[in-house]
C-alpha cells in the first residue's frame, strides 16, 4: 500500500458493563443491539429462502457479515437525525424501526412494501423515521446527506445526517464532492465506510491507493477513523463520538468500518474469486457470535435468556413473512400515480 | 408595473420569494460575493446572508445533490448551474435522484435548477446548449423557458412554489436585450400553460425561449397571419392549446433552438400527427439547429441557431403549398 496512514485506528471495544454506560448504553441497550442484529440476519436469512422460492423477483442482496456495523452506527443515532443507509445496511432499518414484514413485502414487490412494489430489495426507507432511501448508483447518497446537513446548518438545527457508501463506491466523484462540500462548510454529517473488501469482484488493491479509505477524511480537513466492523460496540461508541460532535459544531467525520462481505455481491454470485481461507479467517469474527460472547461475559446473558431472544426473534419473522406473504400485488392501474407531487405531498413533519 | 429586463425580472421573482419564504435559498457557483456569472443574484448576499446564499465549490454534483437532500428536509434550494451545460455534470443527481424519489420513495424533492441556456455569443459548445428536450424525456422533471420579463418573474416563482424539481431554462441572449413591463407585486404563472405571443389564422408557430422574436420577426416579413404559440413551458406542455391552434390555422411550423433529432418540436409533431391529422391543410414543418455541437465562430453559429431569414422561407413554404 502506498500513501502514508492518517486515519486513527480505533481500539477494540473490550469493556465492562459499567464502561458501556459510560458511553450511554445501558443493560437493555445492549440486549435490544443483539435482538436488531438477530432480526437482521434473520430478515436476510428468511429473503434468501423467499428467493430460492421464486418469490423474490429481479435479484436479492444482502449484508451478512456487516451486522454490526449497520447495528452500531443507527444505534448512535438521535431521534431527529437522518441517514442514507444501503444494500449492505439492513441493521440500520431494523434499528430505526422498520417492521420486518414490511421488508418482506418490499423483497417481494408488493403492495405492502415501502415502494409498493415500485423499487425492489433495499431500495426503500421509511421518511418518518428519517430514513431516505437509496438509488443504485453509488454513492450518489453522499451529496444529498451533505445536503440534508446543510438544511440543519441553515436552520441551526442540532441535527445530524449520516451516510452510507461502500469502499467500492469511494471511486466516483460524488464521494470526493460530497465530502469536500461537507468540509468546507464544516456540516454537521457523519460519512460511513462500509469497507467490506470487495466491490463485487474487484479486491481493495484495485480500488484505492492509500492504506486506509479513512486517510482520505484529512484532504477533506476533517477526522477518520478505522474501526473494526465486527465489533459493534466499537463502531457504536465511534458512530456516537462523531455523531455528537458533528451536533455540537465540530464538523464532519469519516469512519471506515472494516469487514468482509460474507457472501457473493448478490444472490447469483458464489463469490468464487474470494480465497476460501478469506472466509474462514472472518468467519471466526463474526459479529453477531462475537457480540453473543462479550453479552455473556459482560452482561449477564444466559441460556434462558438467549433462548427467551431468540424465540421472540423467530415468531417475529414468521409472523413477518406470513403478513408479508398476505400482502396483495400493486395494482397495474396505479402506475401513473405520483409521478410529480401535489402539494399534499409536503404535509410531512419535514416540511413544516 | 415597472419595466425591467429578462434578468432583473428573474432576480425580482427570486428576491420576492425570498422576502416571503424563509426557506428559500440559494447555491451555486459563484452565486454570493460575485452575484452569479450573468448577475442575477447581485446583492442577495448582502440582504439574506452568507447562509441563505452560498457560494459552493466547483462541484455541480454536490449542488444539485446537496439541494435534493436540503429539499428533503423542509427547505427550498434555488441552485444555480453557472451555464445550462454543466448540468450534465449533475445529471445523476437529478435524473436518478431527484426525478425518481417522489414515485418510487414517496418523498417530494421540491428544488429549482436555474439554467443559463443558449447561443448567439460564441459560447462555442459548452457554453450555448439548450438541452430542455433532454430533461423533458424524463418523468418526474419539470421544463420552465420562459421567454418575456413577466413570465419570468411569474415562472420562477411558480417553480419555486411547484413541489417538484423543476428546471429553468433561462436565455442568455434575453438576459438584457429583452425589456418588458412587469407587475411589482407577487405573481405566479402556471406551469404548463401557453402564452398566445401574437394572434393569427393562416399559420401556427409553435415556439420557446429566444426563438418567440425570431418568430416574430419572421411574421412580420411574410404576407400572412402568423400566430406565435410560446410554449412558455415544455414539460408539461400545452397540448390543448397547440391543438386549438393548429385546428385554427390547419398550417403549423415548429421553431427551436435545440438539435433537430429528439428535439422537443418532434414530440409536439407527432402529438399533432396523432390528434389533428384530418386538421392539416400542409405537412408539418421544424425548424431548428442541425445535429451538431455548438459552433464558436460568429459565421458558423449564425448558420447552425435558426435565423428569422430560415423561418421566413419556412412560412413561405407553408404559405404556399
Redesign the interface.
Known amino acids: 500500500m502506498r500513501g502514508m496512514a492518517t486515519a486513527r485506528v480505533a481500539e477494540p471495544s473490550g469493556g465492562s458493563l459499567q464502561e458501556v454506560k459510560e458511553w450511554g448504553l445501558d443493560r437493555e441497550d445492549l440486549l435490544q443491539i443483539y435482538r436488531n442484529m438477530l432480526i437482521t440476519r434473520g430478515v436476510e436469512e428468511r429473503g434468501h429462502i423467499l428467493y430460492r422460492q421464486g418469490k423474490i423477483p429481479g435479484s436479492f442482496y444482502t449484508g451478512r457479515g456487516n451486522e454490526a456495523s449497520s447495528v452500531g452506527v443507527a444505534t448512535a443515532f438521535g431521534p431527529d437525525d ?1 441517514g442514507t443507509p444501503l444494500h449492505r445496511d439492513m441493521g440500520v432499518h431494523i434499528t430505526r424501526g422498520v417492521e420486518p414484514w414490511r421488508i418482506f413485502a418490499q423483497y417481494m414487490g408488493r403492495q405492502d412494501g ?2 409498493h412494489g ?2 425492489g430489495n433495499v ?3 421509511d ?1 418518518q423515521l428519517g430514513l ?2 437509496m ?3 453509488l454513492p ?16 441551526e438545527e442540532k441535527r445530524v ?1 449520516v451516510a452510507w457508501y461502500g469502499e467500492g463506491a469511494a471511486a466516483r ?2 464521494a470526493h ?2 465530502m ?2 461537507a468540509g ?2 464544516n456540516l454537521p454529517v457523519v460519512f460511513i465506510c462500509d469497507n467490506n473488501q470487495w466491490a463485487y469482484s474487484t479486491p481493495t488493491h484495485l480500488e484505492y491507493a492509500v492504506e486506509h479509505l479513512a486517510d482520505r477524511a484529512q484532504a477533506y480537513g476533517f477526522d477518520g477513523v478505522v474501526v473494526d466492523g465486527t465489533d459493534v460496540l466499537a463502531v457504536y461508541r465511534e458512530a456516537k463520538r462523531a455523531i455528537e460532535k458533528a451536533r455540537e459544531g465540530g464538523g464532519p467525520t469519516l469512519i471506515e468500518c472494516q469487514t468482509l462481505r460474507m457472501e457473493g455481491h448478490a444472490v447469483h454470485d458464489d463469490a468464487f474469486y474470494v480465497p476460501k481461507e478469506l472466509f474462514e479467517r472472518w468467519a471466526e469474527r463474526d459479529p453477531i457470535e462475537r457480540y453473543r460472547t462479550w453479552l455473556r461475559e459482560h452482561a449477564d446473558l444466559t441460556d434462558e435468556g438467549e433462548d427467551e431472544i431468540a424465540g421472540y426473534v423467530k415468531k417475529l419473522l414468521n409472523d413477518s413473512l406470513q403478513r408479508a406473504d398476505a400482502s396483495p400485488q400493486p395494482d397495474p392501474a396505479t402506475l401513473h400515480e ?6 399534499a ?2 404535509d410531512t413533519p ?3 | 408595473m415597472a419595466e425591467l429586463t429578462y434578468l432583473q425580472a428573474i432576480s425580482d421573482g427570486l428576491r420576492t420569494e425570498m422576502r416571503r419564504d424563509k426557506r428559500v ?1 440559494v ?1 451555486g457557483e459563484d452565486v454570493g460575493v460575485y452575484g452569479g456569472a450573468f448577475k442575477v443574484t447581485l446583492g442577495f448576499q448582502e440582504e439574506f446572508g452568507a ?2 446564499v ?1 457560494d ?2 466547483l ?1 455541480e ?2 449542488i ?12 427550498r ?1 434555488v441552485a444555480e448551474m453557472q451555464f445550462a451545460d454543466f448540468v450534465s455534470c449533475a445529471w ?2 437529478l435524473v ?2 431527484a426525478a ?11 428544488i429549482v435548477l436555474r439554467l443559463p441556456s443558449g447561443g448567439g455569443f460564441s459560447g462555442g459548445p459548452f457554453h450555448s446548449q439548450n438541452p430542455e428536450s433532454s430533461f423533458a424525456h424524463i ?2 422533471l ?1 421544463c420552465v423557458c420562459p421567454a418575456t420579463p413577466e413570465d419570468a418573474k411569474g415562472l420562477i416563482i411558480s417553480a419555486i412554489e411547484d ?2 424539481p423543476v428546471l429553468f431554462f433561462e436565455h442568455k441572449h434575453l438576459y438584457r436585450r429583452i425589456k418588458g413591463e412587469v407587475p411589482e407585486e407577487r405573481y405566479t404563472v402556471p406551469i404548463g400553460k401557453a402564452r398566445t405571443h401574437q394572434e393569427g389564422d393562416e399559420i401556427t408557430v409553435v415556439t420557446w425561449g429566444a426563438m418567440v422574436y425570431t418568430a416574430e420577426e419572421a411574421a412580420k416579413q411574410v404576407d400572412a397571419s402568423v400566430e406565435i404559440i410560446d410554449l412558455r413551458t415544455v414539460m408539461p406542455w400545452d397540448k390543448q392549446a397547440v391543438l386549438e391552434s393548429v385546428r385554427k390555422t390547419s398550417k403549423v411550423l415548429v421553431l427551436h433552438e435545440d438539435t433537430r433529432t429528439g428535439g422537443f418540436g418532434a414530440e409536439i409533431a407527432a402529438t399533432i400527427a396523432e390528434e389533428a391529422f384530418e386538421d392539416l391543410d400542409a405537412p408539418l414543418k421544424r425548424i431548428t439547429a442541425p445535429d451538431t455541437p455548438v459552433p464558436f465562430s460568429p459565421v458558423l453559429e449564425k448558420a447552425y441557431i435558426p435565423q428569422v431569414d430560415d423561418v421566413v422561407r419556412g412560412l413561405k413554404e407553408l404559405i404556399e403549398y
Not at chain 1, 450518489?140 to 436552520?155: D, E, K, T
Not at chain 1, 405520483?338 to 402539494?343: I, M, P, Q, S
Not at chain 2, 444539485?64 to 427547505?75: D, E, F, I, K, Q
Open positions: 437522518v415501502p415502494t415500485r423499487d431500495h426503500m426507507a421518511s431516505i432511501a438509488v443504485s448508483h450518489a447518497m453522499l451529496p444529498v446527506a451533505v445536503g440534508a446537513a446543510l438544511a440543519f446548518r441553515i436552520r445526517a466523484g460524488d464532492e460530497g469536500n462540500f468546507v462548510r405520483g409521478v410529480y407531487a401535489t402539494a405531498d409536503l419535514h416540511h413544516k | 435559498f447555491l447562509w441563505r452560498i459552493t465549490p462541484s454534483t454536490a444539485v445533490g446537496g439541494a435534493t437532500g436540503a429539499a428533503m428536509m423542509g427547505l434550494p445523476d443527481h436518478t435522484v425518481k424519489q417522489r414515485w418510487r420513495a414517496g418523498t417530494p424533492v421540491p418523468p418526474g419539470k413541489p417538484n
